[in-house]
């Protein structure tokens, strides 16, 4: 009897396929920041960019790391890494809240709409099914025949 052991990390595939979407949506936030508050507008959206993208990615990693190790640990991880992320968007936005080469009204909105948007947009391509953890497989659009 062989046992097939699954080393594949969903979250970290999902949250890729998000950090590959957020690249797509960046042109369009970055230029609705600088038409919207100018320079301090492109600024302040693409730090938001940024903190959003390395939130999700520090959100999987910690996920995944975790995971391998124990059902525990994977809890603190979930919990302790979700007030730790808040604590680090925190500790980068209150430092530039007031400075004048970023607009702190760009900032929020674009991070608002990254957090998001983002995981609005990746629901769709998110499997719900144990078969296919993480992403729904792609369709190839071609009829594929099984033989036996």
């Not at 999700?56 to 975790?66: D, R």
């Not at 400075?99 to 702190?104: A, K, L």
Request: hydrophobic letters at 55%; glycine letters at 8%; aromatic letters at 10%.
């Amino acid at each position: 009897m062989t046992v097939v052991t699954d080393t594949a990390q969903p979250e970290v595939e999902v949250v890729w396929d998000m950090v590959r979407r957020a690249a797509l949506a960046s042109p369009v936030l970055l230029v609705l920041g600088f038409a919207i508050w100018g320079t301090p507008g492109l600024v302040g959206a693409a730090y938001g960019l940024l903190l959003i993208v390395v939130n999700f990615v520090g959100s999987a990693s910690s996920i995944a790391w975790a995971a391998r190790r124990s059902q525990v640990l994977l809890m603190v991880a979930v919990m302790g890494g979700y007030l730790f992320r808040l604590a680090f968007l925190f500790a980068t936005v209150w430092p530039v809240r007031q400075v004048g080469w970023i607009s702190i009204h760009s900032l929020c909105a674009t991070m608002l709409a990254t957090h998001l948007g983002l995981l609005v947009w990746e629901i769709r391509f998110v499997s719900v099914s144990l078969a296919h953890p993480g992403l729904k497989p792609r369709r190839t659009g071609k009829i594929q025949s099984r033989r036996t």
